[in-house]
C-alpha cells in the first residue's frame, strides 16, 4: 500500500490553499453518500458539541465558522445561534457553502485565509463585531496546519473574540503514522475508499492536534481553558465497517486572558 500512497500524495499542489481550492472545486456531491471525507452526512457529532456550545458561547455575539469548507457545521450552528459567519481559505468551498445554505437566512460566507497577518482585525470589522467580539466554532482545521500557520491562525482568533469571545474547537487527534490513519479510515491492499482517495491525492498530509499541540498553540498565559475533553470527529461512513467513519478526536473550549 505505501508506494500507492506516496504515488497519490505527489500529486497533491504544494501551495496549501490551492491544494484546498483544487479540492473543492472538484467536488461535486457533499452530505450522506458524497465526496467529502470528513462530512458523516448526519448532524450527531455536532449534537455532542452542542450543551458545550450553549454553555460557554454568549448567543449574543455572532459565530465565526473558521474553516467552513462547505458549511454543513455552520449550517448547523445556525440553527442554534442567531448569526452565524462561515469563512474559508477556499473560494469553491465558500461557493458551495452559499449555495447548499441558502435556505439558512442567518449564515453568511467570506473567503479568508486566517493565517494571514490582521485577517482577525479585518474580519471583526467586516462583521461589525465590535469590542465584545466573536465567538469561534473551528472543527478539522488545527490539525491541517503546521505549527507556525497554527499559531498565526491563533493570534487572529484572539483578536477575533474581542473581550467576551469564546473560542469552541474540535480536531482529529489520531496517534499513529499515515498508514496506519489510512488503514483506519478503509484503506487496504486492495483499494482506497474514493472519499480517502481524493482527500490523499489532493490534499497536504494532516498531522493531528490534542492536548499538547493545544497548550502549544493556545498558551496559558493567554487563554483560559474552559473545558477539553476526547470526542470521536465523524467522517464518511463509506466502507460501512463500524468504527472506520470515526476518527480519535480532542475537543476543547478556550478564552483569552482578560
Ligand atoms: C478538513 S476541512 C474541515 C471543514 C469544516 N470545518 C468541516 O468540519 O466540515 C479543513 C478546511 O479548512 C480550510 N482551510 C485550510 N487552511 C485555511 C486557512 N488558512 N484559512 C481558512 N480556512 C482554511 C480548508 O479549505 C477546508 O475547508
Same mark, same amino acid.
Given at each position: 500500500m505505501i508506494p500507492r500512497l506516496v504515488?497519490?500524495?505527489r500529486r497533491a499542489p504544494?501551495?496549501?490553499h490551492q491544494a484546498w481550492d483544487t479540492y473543492w472545486a472538484g467536488i461535486t456531491a457533499t452530505g450522506p453518500g458524497g465526496e467529502?471525507?470528513?462530512d458523516s452526512g448526519s448532524d450527531h457529532?455536532?449534537?455532542g458539541y452542542k450543551d458545550s456550545l450553549l454553555r460557554h458561547l454568549d448567543p449574543a455575539l455572532p459565530v465565526v465558522d473558521t474553516g467552513c469548507g462547505h458549511g454543513s457545521f455552520t449550517r448547523a450552528?445556525?440553527?442554534i445561534f442567531p448569526r452565524v459567519i462561515g469563512v474559508d481559505v477556499s473560494p469553491h468551498a465558500v461557493a458551495r457553502a452559499r449555495a447548499e445554505s441558502a435556505v439558512s437566512g442567518n449564515a453568511a460566507f467570506a473567503a479568508r485565509d486566517m493565517t494571514a497577518e490582521g485577517a482577525g =482585525? =479585518?474580519? =471583526?470589522e467586516s462583521i461589525n463585531a465590535g469590542v465584545d467580539g466573536a465567538n469561534v466554532f473551528i472543527r478539522g482545521v488545527l490539525h491541517v496546519l503546521d505549527p507556525a500557520h497554527q499559531i498565526?491562525?491563533?493570534e487572529n482568533l484572539r483578536l477575533l473574540a474581542g473581550r467576551r469571545g469564546t473560542v469552541f474547537m474540535a480536531e482529529t487527534n489520531f496517534q499513529g503514522n499515515p498508514v496506519e490513519y489510512v488503514s483506519h479510515l478503509? =484503506?487496504?491492499?486492495r483499494g482506497i475508499p474514493a472519499p480517502l482517495e481524493l482527500a490523499i491525492r489532493g490534499l497536504p498530509m494532516p498531522g493531528h492536534f490534542g492536548p499538547e499541540e493545544r497548550e502549544r498553540a493556545f498558551p496559558a498565559s493567554a487563554w483560559d481553558l474552559l473545558e477539553d475533553g476526547h470526542v470521536a470527529i465523524e467522517t464518511n461512513p463509506v466502507t460501512g465497517v463500524p468504527g472506520q467513519d470515526r476518527v480519535p478526536g480532542y475537543y476543547a473550549v478556550v478564552r483569552p486572558r482578560r
Open positions: 504515488r497519490l500524495s504544494k501551495d496549501r467529502v471525507l470528513w457529532e455536532f449534537l450552528l445556525a440553527g =482585525a =479585518a474580519l =471583526a498565526a491562525l491563533v478503509g =484503506a487496504t491492499t
